[in-house]
């Protein structure tokens, strides 16, 4: 059986697929929705396109004059490994439909149901929107931490837990030098701190062409910044984060464990909460954390953050309901990429990541 391709758009309600990279204005107009956050843009879908062939099925409502009103953004995954489905979006922490009620989001899922059975994906993860399905189980839960930003610096400092004030005044003292850049060597510089992070936790590094894309499309077009802290000329650690609006996002973070002792991470957060405070941002989120990392929680606890749970639904196609998943983060998988040479584990990440998602 041929497969299906999405309706052309020419629906009366006003309910299109879209794909947004087609559009010269999306990013204004999603600057109209409440909720509209940096994954939903045109530059992050950019980047998921360009890195692994992810196609864009946006689902949306359009008003009459083709003015956005609401959207679930959704990639087709198509992997010979895992199977064809739809995920909103690929490694994306959260991507909350942009819905202005029920009716809406019933309407916009209902028709990526259709497509996904005509495009025969195994199934549709949404990650975010279970306000729109409070019936439905959770596929997977994490955690999700956001710092509010507009009581200033000042009360932000003081709202820090005592070892992270202490770490940041060692830092300081430790006479390390902190970079703001949107440059393709910071980027160089920051994935060979990733390498050796990634291979500490015992998982394989994303593909440099994938951080090459993000400079090209995200940081160069202004939508975020890579901070580096370094020892002399030598980086020890850095941060990427991501902006779209009011809202700043610390996407991935990096370090050298040999240097834990300057506190540069500390630092380079620290650094960055000045800045977007400074600029008029209202919030910085900490991203996911799987709920048995305790570590990680503690370290994002420890900044004043607001803690709440972060809900991915899956509903299969096939069963025709929904469904739940373990959170794989951590498994015996961890132990083999620690074990690899680390020229073997950036290739695995290489052939692997793609079919993930």
Known sequence: MPLVPPKPDSDPSGLRVLNPLESADWDRQLEQLPDAAFFHTACWARVLTESYGYAPRYHVHTEPDGKLRSLIALMEVDSWLTGRRGVSLPFTDDTEPLCNSTEAFTQLFEA????????????????????????????TSFLNHILPLEAGEKAVYAACDDPVRRAIRKAEKNALTVEFSQSLP????????????????????????????????VLAANRGWIVLASEGKTPVAGAIYFHFGRQAIYKYGASDETKQHLRANNLVMWRAIQRFIAEGF??????????GNAGLRQFKRSWGTQEQTLDYIRFDLRQGKFVTHPDE???????????????????????????IA
């Open 329 to 355: 983060a951590t498994g015996w998988h961890n132990r083999v990429f620690q074990a690899l040479p680390l020229g073997l584990s950036r290739m695995a990440g290489a052939i692997l990541y793609r079919h």
């Open 112 to 139: 990526a149901k259709q497509l996904g059975r005509a495009r025969r994906w195994k199934y549709i993860e949404l990650r975010g929107g279970k306000k729109w399905l409070p019936e439905a189980q959770s596929a």
């Open 186 to 217: 910071a980027m160089e510089s920051f994935y060979q701190l990733m390498c050796l992070t990634r291979r500490r936790h015992g998982v394989p590094p994303q593909p440099f062409p994938f951080f090459a894309a993000i400079q090209r499309h």
């Open 282 to 291: 209202s919030s910085l989120d900490f991203g996911r954390t799987s709920v």
